[in-house]
Each structure stands twice: as C-alpha cells, then as structure tokens.
C-alpha cells in the first residue's frame, strides 16, 4: 500500500514467525505504525499480532507469544 513498515528482523524472531505462519518468505514482524511515540515503532503491530501482550491496544484476554519470547531471547532479556 506504499507505507514504510518497520520490523524485527533478529534470527530467533525470524525463525519463530516463519515457523508459526508457516511462511519462509517472512522478512521480519511489523513494529506498529500508528499511536504516536508512545507505541509506534515499539509494539507489535496489531493487525498482525492482535490479542499479544507487546501491542499497543489492549483487550481482555492476552496472550505472550512465541515471537515475543523469540524477541527477548534475541536481545538477551530472556533464555
């Protein structure tokens, strides 16, 4: 649709997504694009992950995802 998107593209992030949408050709999870500094470019974005604990909008039932869980790995916070 011509819009930039910015993504996580780390290796376990990679290998997680690609697995879970069973999709190689994944090129990253999409950060949120809307919402001002607050959430964009540092949530999941919503369309894609919607009900996960790391998006900007909240609901009543959340749930932490493998992709999540990849992502903290990637960055060390989590083994």
Not at 3 to 10: A, D, L, V
Request: proline share 1%; aromatic share 10%; hydrophobic share 35%.
């Amino acid at each position: 649709n011509g819009m930039s998107r910015k993504m996580i593209k780390s290796p376990k992030v990679l290998e997680t997504a690609r697995k879970h949408y069973n999709c190689n050709n994944i090129k990253g999870v999409e950060l949120e694009n809307q919402g001002g500094d607050g959430s964009a470019g540092s949530h999941w974005e919503s369309r894609i992950m919607y009900g996960e604990v790391m998006v900007a909008s909240s609901i009543d039932e959340v749930f932490l995802s493998d992709i999540t869980c990849a992502f903290f790995e990637d960055m060390g916070w989590y083994q």
